[in-house]
């Protein structure tokens, strides 16, 4: 079985175990919605996904790029690990001064550019995949949920 269908089983299992977790939080009468709901619907999106994670790792053939091979260097294996630890210490360290959604999209892009291929079409992409992603997700946070996310206060 791939890497990424046993990572996807994996998170697939958490997620169960974590939405029954969910029927144990306590709701309040005066709440218009349970407390339990955006959990819920949180962990089934990422249900969802590694689902679809799974089935794409089946579905992966051999002549595909792998993994690093068993004899690359500790630097070539942790590069990808590293460098998202790194972007979300950068991004709570960034927040303060920032906010959210300018810091966001700045993690977001950075990441993008540093895993990804580094042409001048891809940086164009991952522009405005950080743009509409992080700034999509600040409109169902601030809009939807009601949530309100730290500003730019410098």
Excluded: H
Excluded at 20 to 45: C, H, M, Q, Y
């Amino acid at each position: 079985m791939r890497r990424d269908a046993i990572l996807g089983a994996v998170t697939a299992v958490l997620c169960v175990a974590l939405f029954f977790e969910t029927s144990k939080v306590r709701n309040f009468d005066f709440a218009a919605v349970g407390a339990d709901v955006w959990p819920k619907i949180t962990i089934g999106l990422i249900l969802l996904l590694s689902v679809v994670q799974i089935l794409l790792g089946l579905r992966q053939t051999r002549a595909e790029p792998q993994e690093p091979e068993a004899g690359a260097g500790l630097l070539e294996r942790s590069f990808v690990p590293l460098a998202v630890f790194s972007a979300v210490i950068l991004f709570a360290l960034a927040v303060p001064y920032f906010g959210f959604a300018i810091s966001g999209v700045l993690m977001v892009f950075g990441l993008l550019t540093t895993i990804g291929p580094k042409t001048g079409k891809a940086i164009l992409g991952n522009a405005a995949i950080s743009l509409v992603a992080v700034l999509a997700m600040t409109f169902i946070f601030t809009q939807v949920m009601g949530i309100l996310l730290p500003q730019w206060r410098l």
